[in-house]
């Protein structure tokens, strides 16, 4: 007989999402895939670092300070489907920004979204609404941290 969160997560949601066990599934080839896309140099270490950082705080925060029942860091740590998010779809050249800082910001902000639209919804699409509304705010963050010229 396993315990009752045990069985919960092995009943919950499809492969691609994030909380459900099954989700650990697509953890391997989903790290090989950012370490490969690191190692090569196709993408920067900013947005994926800081998304991560920014998802762990929020899941963090919320169990600290009583705000959900239980802790979401392991989600975010070990489901497949938050690699994917942060090494394919958040470090778009077309949609991520083009300097250090920015690349920051945004990685923090995307992270910080994901998450606590997850926590507070349980819904599959919270990744899809963080690079949304980070997409939307990319311009802003280009002109805040614009390469600065030289007289």
Avoid: Q
Avoid at 42 to 52: D, H, L, S, T
Wanted: glycine fraction near 6%.
């Amino acid at each position: 007989h396993l315990p009752e969160s045990v069985s919960h997560l092995l009943s919950s949601g499809p492969v691609f999402s994030l909380g459900s066990l099954e989700g650990v599934l697509f953890l391997v080839p989903a790290a090989l895939a950012l370490l490969i896309l690191l190692a090569s140099h196709v993408i920067r270490w900013e947005i994926p670092f800081f998304a991560a950082c920014g998802a762990l705080a929020v899941s963090w925060a919320s169990s600290h300070f009583h705000l959900t029942t239980h802790s979401h860091v392991a989600v975010f740590a070990f489901s497949g489907a938050f690699y994917f998010v942060i090494s394919l779809m958040l470090t778009d050249p077309v949609t991520s920004p083009l300097s250090s800082g920015g690349r920051i910001v945004y990685g923090l902000l995307s992270g910080m979204i994901l998450a606590a639209v997850w926590i507070l919804t349980k819904n599959g699409y919270a990744a899809v609404l963080s690079l949304l509304v980070c997409s939307l705010v990319t311009p802003l963050i280009n002109r805040a941290f614009a390469a600065r010229s030289f007289r």
